[in-house]
Structures are given as C-alpha cells and as structure tokens.
C-alpha cells in the first residue's frame, strides 16, 4: 500500500474535561459523524477568526457535523478551568470544548500552530489537517465529499447535535472589552459580549443609555448592530465636527471602524469593507470604505488621526475621519517582537494603545509578545516583553520585567504608564525604568481610564464591572511582587545542526492553479529569534523550498516562515485571484539526531 492510501486511525478523545457537553468518544458517541476538531488557544486571534469561519459550517451541516474545540493553551492564565469557561461564554462557543491543559492531544494530532483543524470521517480516520484560518469553502467541499461518500456506504449517522445555550443578561455588562471617559463625567463602555456601547454614569454603575440592540450584526441607523465591539476613541472636538460622529468604535468581529453619534444616538460605517483583510502590505492611502480591515481591537487619536490596533494582522493602521482615508501604520504582518521604523517592525496582536497627554509617544499593549513598546518619532521601541514565549509576572528593572498578555495600556502626564496586565489579573505601573504591581487578584482587567478629576478606572473584563482604584493606590505602586517566570513549552520541533531543508508544501483550493500573470506566484520569507540560531536561508525568496543552516551553538528558539501562493481558478470565464497566507512561529530544539528537513504545508482558501 503506498504512503498516499494509508489510513490513520484518529487517536481517542482524552483530557481534563469537557466544556458545553457529556465526555464524547470517537469510537462510540461519534461514530458515524463527520468530526472537525479546532485546536485553539483563547489568546489567538486567528483562533477567534475561525470560530466565525466555522458558525455557518455548523449551521449547514448540523446534522452530520460535530465540531469539537480542543483547547491548547500557550499562556499559564489559559491553563485555568474557570477562564477557559468564561472564554467561552465570552466568544460564544457552542460546539463542545475538550480541556487540554497538558498539550496532550496537540501532540497526539500532531499540531504545530495555533489554530490546527483537523478532520476525521464517520468511520474515525484522520482526512485532513490544515493550520490557520481561511480554510471555510475549502472544509465544505470536503464535508460534501465525505457526505456523498458515507451516504452511499451506509457509514453516515445524520441527527442534530444539543448545542449549549449561553445565557449573557446575568449583569448589566458582559466581559466588557474598552471605555472612555465624557466630557460630562460620564463613561462609555464597550459591552463586547451583549454587542453594544453603553453610556454609565459618573458613578460608573448606573445605565444611561444603551447603543445597540443585542444582537450580533453590522446594521446602521438608530437601532445598531456590532460584533463583539471594542476599542473606543474620542474625537477632537474640529474632527468630529467635519465628520459628523464623536466617536470612533472598533467593531472587531465585523472587520469595521462606527461612527457614533452622542446627540443623535445614530451609528455609521466609517471605515472598512466588512471583509476581512487578506492582501499584500502596502503603506499607501485607500478609501477607508473600501479597505479590508482585520479584527481592529483598539483606537487612539495621535499623530493628528485615529491609529488602529489591527490585532488580526500583527500591525497598526491609520483611520482619517476628515479625509475618510485609511492604510497601514506600523508593522509587517509578521507575528514577533522587533524594533525599528515603523515599516519594518514585527509585533504579536496589538491590542491596547494609549497616546501620552503631550502627544509625543503612542503607547501599546502588544499581547502576544507580553511587551509593552512605544512609537516615537516614526520608530518603535520595547518597554518591557522579552519574545513570543516569554511570559510571567516578574516586577523589577524593565529589561528583566514580564507581563502576561495585556490587553490595556494608559499614558499618565507624570510620564509614568500603567498596564491592564490581563493574564496576569493585574496593573501594573512602568516609571523610572522600572516595573511595579499596583493591584492584582483582578479578573482580566482589559483597559484603563483616566478621569477629569484624576481617578484611574479599570475595566475588570472577567468580573463584568469597572472598578475604581482606590485613593493612594499609585503613590504605593513600588511594592514589588514575588517573580514567577514563565516560557510555553510548546512541544518542540527536533532539528540537526547545520543543513535543513524547509519545504512548504502548497495545495491549492479545489479548482485553483497558481497564478503566474502578475509575476512569481509564491513569496517565503524566513527569519529566527534568536537571528544567531539561522546562520543561513533568512530573507526572502519566491521559492517554497529552502536550505537552511542551523547553528549548532545555539540549543533552541524559534523559526518564523510566512508564505503566500497567488491562485485564480481554473476554467472560469470571469476567473477570481486569490491569496493564501500564513505563518508559522515553530520552535525548535537543535540536537544531533534531530531531523534533517521540516516539512510544511499550506493549504489553498478561497478567499472571494
């Protein structure tokens, strides 16, 4: 039997436990359904991405498909039971949700990037594994197949499955994302889970206004629709004059930036085309109607407009409110951690941003580096945040300093910052080149406000409530913790020292050839953290297949690979381009007997 026609039995369903259902077995409960097992984190925005991706799957196949979300955490604050619940809640997860704490079954499906999507067909073998996002149209031609297929072999089981019911009206807000203070005294609120803006009072308890009718979606007008919005940034005054709204909302899951209008309680689309950015990095201007945008999670005014944290795509964006034009600010699309002018540096799901009272620094909550870097004279630097795997919550100079995973950053004029350090269940407070807790035992704390009269607000996430802190909190703010140092043990990929061969495998969607008509079709791009592991093959090819030579000085670290693949499909009389991207952050451990080559593969989207 060839290679190709060997069949793998997918191994058994085991964890800690189960979320949204009994225990499921493949051999038993299973048997005879198409099985889509997700591989997540709930840190990864690319994960979030498919789980919209997967929602209408789910709903056309319900009665063949289940869905099964493995969750394989990277951060230590993933590991916990009761955040992975409510992160559930929060991004309402319906399917069942296998705890996987000790990465048992990512090793055992051998995953290699967050997320991993892997099928298994009614009679329990392995059919696909694809990692990243955008693979939708392609998982539906398949689960036809498989349909077709099993129908006529009298192996398919058909039957709906029990969804979970998520109830979100316990508490006024649910798991709350961002908020700004009014001029009036007043707070807006971001309620990402109820899909709304609310407007509390001063006593940031009572409910003014609600903007939003509850319901997930992209509608305009009086009664508006978001899509677990988030960050919120207010106009200047002349801005928001010209444009016609005062405030700019981050509707993240819809790809846009709203225009709310407080007088009128009216919300506009200001900025993006609702698609989800999937293109090639340019830094010119584009009609902000008409630019794809990619899960914007935070917005501040510098810089004389509004700056985007654009989480989905590792990179910052620029939103003109007067001129109505948009385009790319800062970074490269590469998920990492490096300094430099804005147009080369790398960054991990941007997520808060808060410009300093005197206009000069832009500061940003960059969570999946667990840094804390700042933008200044058209550069970027790091604060505090050490790479991708480097975690904790250690207080102390701010080179040797660890975050895990914040989420909110707030400028003060003393010239110190604060962090909402979300994993971490903390603020803390970078002064003096040197960093401090000023409050922990918080339940992901996602944002912080400054109020007119001098007060810090935080937005406490996972308690569904803003907290004040109290009187003298900050002048107590040097009182350091005790350090707890962490770095994700991801299963390593075993490599030999010197020459290694990268082939990155590329399948095209279903009825998609590569597409040579505006030039070389395919784009590698390879680099290492540290630079000293990779002695050879960093740069940029157009070829999907390179040599490498590893360092055998340097014990472990990580390889970054992104590629792309140009497609247009086959035998159409009007046929559409597509582009196929994705990254992989692999780390790797050099030793004598490890393998000689690393294979990858990316698999073709249909991204029309």
Request: charged fraction near 25%; aromatic fraction near 6%.
């Amino acid at each position: 039997m060839s290679e190709k026609n060997v069949r793998v039995r997918a191994p058994e369903l085991k964890g800690r436990g189960w979320l949204n259902t009994q225990p499921l077995s493949l051999k038993e409960d299973l048997r005879g359904k198409i099985v889509l097992l997700d591989f997540w984190t709930f840190c990864c925005i690319n994960c979030l991405h498919v789980l919209d991706e997967l929602r209408p799957l789910e709903e056309r196949f319900g009665d063949v498909l289940v869905t099964i979300g493995v969750h394989s955490p990277k951060f230590e604050h993933e590991k916990d039971p009761d955040a992975l619940a409510q992160a559930v809640e929060r991004y309402g997860v319906d399917h069942p949700v296998l705890d996987d704490p000790e990465l048992g079954m990512w090793q055992q499906y051998a995953a290699k990037a967050w997320p991993t999507l892997t099928v298994v067909d009614p009679e329990g073998y392995v059919v696909a594994n694809m990692a990243g996002e955008g693979h939708a149209e392609g998982l539906a031609k398949l689960i036809e197949d498989l349909i077709a297929t099993h129908e006529a072999k009298g192996t398919l089981r058909r039957g709906n499955a029990a969804h979970a019911v998520q109830n979100s009206d316990l508490t006024l807000l649910r798991f709350p994302g961002k908020a700004l203070a009014l001029p009036d005294g007043h707070f807006l609120v971001s309620d990402s889970t109820h899909q709304s803006i609310v407007e509390l009072d001063a006593a940031n308890e009572t409910l003014v206004r609600r903007f939003g009718t509850g319901k997930r979606g992209r509608k305009d007008g009086t009664e508006p629709e978001f899509s677990e919005p988030g960050g919120l940034c207010l106009l200047p005054p002349h801005a928001a004059e010209i444009a016609g709204y005062d405030v700019v909302v981050a509707d993240t899951v819809n790809h846009l930036l709203r225009g709310l209008n407080l007088r009128t309680g009216e919300v506009s689309t200001v900025a993006g085309s609702g698609k989800q950015w999937r293109g090639t990095v340019d830094f010119d201007q584009h009609d902000s109607l008409v630019v794809d945008l990619s899960s914007p999670w935070d917005v501040a005014w510098y810089d004389d407009r509004v700056v985007i944290a654009m989480a989905g795509i590792h990179q910052l964006w620029w939103f003109d409110p007067i001129k109505r034009t948009a385009g790319m600010y800062a970074g490269t699309t590469v998920e990492a951690l490096k300094d430099g002018p804005l147009h080369e540096v790398w960054m991990a799901q941007p997520s808060g941003l808060s410009a300093s009272p005197d206009g000069r620094r832009l500061w940003i909550a960059d969570s999946e580096s667990s840094a804390l870097r700042w933008i200044e004279d058209g550069a970027m630097h790091t604060a505090v945040g050490q790479g991708l795997f480097d975690f904790g919550h250690v207080d102390g100079p701010a080179g040797q300093a660890l975050l895990q995973h914040p989420l909110g950053v707030l400028a003060l004029a003393d010239g110190s910052v604060l962090v909402a350090d979300t994993y971490n269940g903390a603020v803390r407070r970078l002064a003096d080149g040197r960093v401090s807790t000023v409050l922990d035992g918080l339940s992901e704390p996602s944002d912080l406000v400054l109020t007119a009269g001098g007060d810090i607000v935080v937005v406490e996430s996972g308690a569904h409530r803003l907290v004040r802190l109290g009187a003298g909190t900050l002048a107590a703010a040097g009182i350091d913790v005790s350090g707890v140092r962490h770095r994700t043990e991801r299963p390593p990929t075993m490599l030999a020292p010197g020459e290694v061969a990268l082939d990155l495998i590329f399948e095209p969607a279903p009825g998609q050839k590569l597409d040579e008509q505006f030039g070389p079709s395919t784009r590698l791009e390879v680099s290492a953290s540290p630079p000293e592991l990779l002695l050879e093959g960093a740069g940029v090819t157009t070829d999907l297949r390179r040599r490498l030579v590893l360092s055998p000085d340097v014990a472990s670290g990580v390889l970054q690979v992104v590629a792309q693949a140009a497609t247009c499909d086959i035998d159409a009389e009007f046929p559409a381009c597509h582009l196929t991207r994705q990254d992989w952050g692999v780390p790797i451990r050099v030793v004598a007997d490890g393998a000689t080559r690393l294979p990858l593969i990316l698999r073709g989207m249909d991204d029309a």
